[in-house]
């Protein structure tokens, strides 16, 4: 048995392939393109593992995914790659709407092709999972109360019009073929190996080396945070006992400003990492020009899979941010070669041999 993960080389699927290695013996196929957020070093520890075979390539190319298929024959798909940082969707939307929408869509119709060639319980058992996010769902003010299942469709970036339109694809191909899909929406992550062009470990890496801390707009700007292997435990519960044709909001009940999160970490900062000035990191934070559309809050009413499916985040902000914290400051070579480019090189060579 195995299962197919794409994008298992970034940062939340990376740590989705190594809490399911960790927690059984179930084989894990991982495709990925390996673009910029894509990282080898991520999955170092399993070179040696048996269960865990990994193929460089795009969910775009029909003849790959279909080869894989037939190969491993696996009995679950769990789509995570995508183009994924809001800020260079707005920069350039190109690669977004070719990976999040084309891509999909091709490992929609190879998957559509497999499954309708299997029979009896494989065909019952088989799953299509497509990890989303709560971007779809647009941006709320201070009163709203929190996304639900059924809140409409509002996408406000480039990025996220890319996860609607994906999100829309697999609803199709379940509602008009019958495919057996599951897709979940997700709040904001963090955790270890989240690349540092996303606020946390942005702010983490600028402060540790000396730099401004830019805050855009006016730090008020929230999001609700859930610690990255709480996601992929709720990805494992909606894989095992997820509806059929369902979505699942998953969120970590805890709604933050943008300043919020920055004071706490420059916090833990001067505790863990004290300048040695004695200043505190607080004194790096700027305020920058605003996101363009800036979405101004989003908020998750994670109750339907507490409701069917029993899951419900194991960390608070408090005990995630601190072991985030420590990751990073334990990992300062897994961020400096990140930062220099210099894991391109290091996953050029790993590959090779
Ligand atoms: P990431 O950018 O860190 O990783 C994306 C991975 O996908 C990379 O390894 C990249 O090489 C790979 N990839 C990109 N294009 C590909 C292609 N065409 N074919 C194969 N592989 C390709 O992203 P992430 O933060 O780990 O997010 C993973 C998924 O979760 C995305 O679908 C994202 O929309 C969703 N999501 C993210 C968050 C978050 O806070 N980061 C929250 C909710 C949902
Ligand atoms: O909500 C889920 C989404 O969370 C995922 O779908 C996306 O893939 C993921 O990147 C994330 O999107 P955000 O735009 O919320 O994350 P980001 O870390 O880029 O920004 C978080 C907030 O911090 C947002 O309000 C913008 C702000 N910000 C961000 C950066 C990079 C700053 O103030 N300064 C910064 O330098």
């Known amino acids: 048995m195995s299962i197919l993960v794409t994008g298992g080389a970034g940062f939340i699927g990376s740590n989705f392939v190594l809490d399911w290695l960790g927690q059984n013996k179930e084989a894990v196929i991982n495709l990925d393109a390996l673009t910029y957020a894509g990282n080898l070093q991520n999955l170092a520890s399993l070179r040696n593992s048996p269960l865990h075979h990994f193929v460089q390539g795009d969910i775009g190319d029909g003849a790959l995914v279909a080869a894989l298929l037939e190969k491993h024959r696996p009995r679950a798909v769990v789509n995570f790659a995508a183009e994924s940082h809001v800020d260079r969707s707005i920069v350039g939307p190109e690669a977004f709407i070719q990976t999040n929408i084309v891509g999909t869509f091709r490992l929609l119709e190879a998957v559509r092709a497999f499954w309708g060639g299997l029979t009896g319980s494989d065909r019952e058992t088989f799953r299509f999972l497509h990890v989303s996010t709560d971007e779809v769902y647009g941006s709320l003010s201070e009163s709203d109360p929190a996304f639900t299942e059924l809140h409409r469709y509002e996408p406000n970036s480039p990025y996220s019009a890319s996860k609607a339109a994906s999100d829309h694809l697999v609803r199709s191909y379940h509602h008009t073929y019958g495919l057996p899909t599951l897709t979940t929406n997700c709040s904001n992550n963090y955790g270890p190996h989240h690349f540092p062009e996303k606020l946390i470990p942005l702010v983490i890496h600028n402060a540790l080396s000396g730099k401004p801390l830019p805050i855009y707009g006016d730090g008020r700007n929230v999001r609700d945070w859930l610690y990255v292997t709480d996601h992929c435990s709720a990805i494992r519960a909606v894989l095992a006992g997820g509806r059929l044709g369902e979505t699942y909001n998953v969120g970590g009940w805890n709604e933050m400003t ?54 419900r985040p194991a960390e608070t902000f408090t005990t995630g941010i601190r072991k985030t914290v420590r990751w990073y400051l334990q990992n300062p070579e897994w961020v400096r070669q990140v930062t220099s480019g210099s894991y391109r090189e290091w996953t050029a060579q790993q590959y090779q041999s």
């Open 258 to 311: 943008n300043l919020e999160v920055v004071h706490t970490l420059c916090d833990i900062l001067d505790e863990e990492q004290p300048k040695t000035d004695g200043t505190s990191y607080r004194a790096q934070i700027t305020f920058v020009k605003d996101r363009p559309g800036h979405d101004r809050r989003y908020a998750i009413d994670a109750t339907k899979i507490e409701r069917e499916l029993g899951w």
